[in-house]
Structures are given as C-alpha cells and as structure tokens.
C-alpha cells in the first residue's frame, strides 16, 4: 500500500468508509497503487487504469479510458462534456458500493484488457472550427496568447470555448477572454487552481474567496 495514499484516506473527513472500500475493491483486482493527481490511482505496468476520489455531493471511481468500456449496467457517467475519455461510477453511500462489488471488479478487469490491448479514445484532434471569431481576432494581435491557448490541453481548451461561446453580445464574448488571457498564457484551465490553496488540485475547490475577503 502506498504511505501518501494511507495518509490522504486517514485526513478525509467526508466519504472516508467509501474510498476505503473502493481502495479495498481496486487492490483485489491486483493494480498497483499510486498516488496521482492529489488522489489514489492504480495502474498496470505503470498504465492508468483507474482513480478513486471524492467530491461534495459523491465519491466516485474513474476509469481513465471509461469511453472504451461497454458498460451494460449502464453506470458510467462522463463528469463534463467537455471530458472525451474517462467516466465515472458514482457513490453517495456504502451500501452502494457494497451491493456493486462483483460490477465494480468487472469493470476493472475490462479496464485492463482495454488497456493491454492497445485500444485508445479517438479524440477530436482539432478544435480551429470551433474557435470564435472574436478568440482568433486575439490570437492575430498576440502570438504569445495564442501559443499558450494552443499549448492546453484539449480538454482545458474545450472548458474555454465553453464559457467564451455562452454570451451573445460580442462585446460580452470578449471581455470574457480578455478577463482569462492571464490564467491561459500561465497555463491554467477555467477550473484550475491559481492560489494554492485548494485541497483539490488542480481543480479549483473556492478557496481563493477566503483571499478575497482578507483583501
């Protein structure tokens, strides 16, 4: 068992039982355990297979290539539209997780076989035709901008032509990328965390507000 692995289960104060369990369920299926991404994650022959977390209203189990998965339980959900390959099977009880066991250890082991297969997620491999006009006008003015929007991953592009795409004033589009030029040229997503204080990095968990209020 992995020491910062015992450490993060031992300081939860939500979910603890639950990630316990998970834990429990995933070392049955023989991975090795790790610790990724500020949360468990297991392997096999140091490919990611799956990673147990915790958020407010759930716990969850990921499988890093869950859009592979048949899935005829029909259990696995994808956490954003915007995420293209993993999927989640979400708990709000241990009950729960008890009662999915024998499914759980199956989706594992599919999980494996997908991995040592080879298969991969066909991913959008270019998103220039959905870039809005007023983002690309950016880019023409600033190379650098443009570099650094080029240089996120697709996913953390996707979260920005979200948000960017959702006003329909233009005026309204562009104040909103020139308010996130800052966070894309430091390599930041929309959700990233940029003070350093959240217990869920990289993911942001509000704490920047407490900044905000000692201001």
Known sequence: MNEDVNKYLNELKKW?????????IVLSCELKEEFKW?????TDNEKNIVLIHEF?????????????LKDPENLLVQQTENVQSARQIRFTAL?????????????IQEAIGVEKSGLKVKMKKSIDSDLLIELKQKFN???EFKKA?????????????LHFSKPKQPKTRISRIEKNMRRIIDGYGINDCVCGL?????????????LEKNE
Do not use: V, W
Request: contains cysteine.
């Open 16 to 24: 603890k039982e639950e990630l316990i369990k998970l834990r429990e």
């Open 38 to 42: 500020m949360h468990p994650c297991y």
């Open 56 to 68: 407010k209203n759930y716990c969850a189990i990921l499988f890093h290539k869950g859009a592979l």
């Open 95 to 107: 009950s729960e997780i008890e009662e999915l066991e024998p499914t759980i250890k199956e989706y």
């Open 141 to 143: 003015k600033n190379p």
């Open 149 to 161: 929007f080029n240089n996120l991953t697709t996913g953390r592009q996707r979260g920005y032509l």
């Open 198 to 210: 959240s217990k869920r990095k990289p993911n942001c968990d509000g704490s920047h507000k407490q």
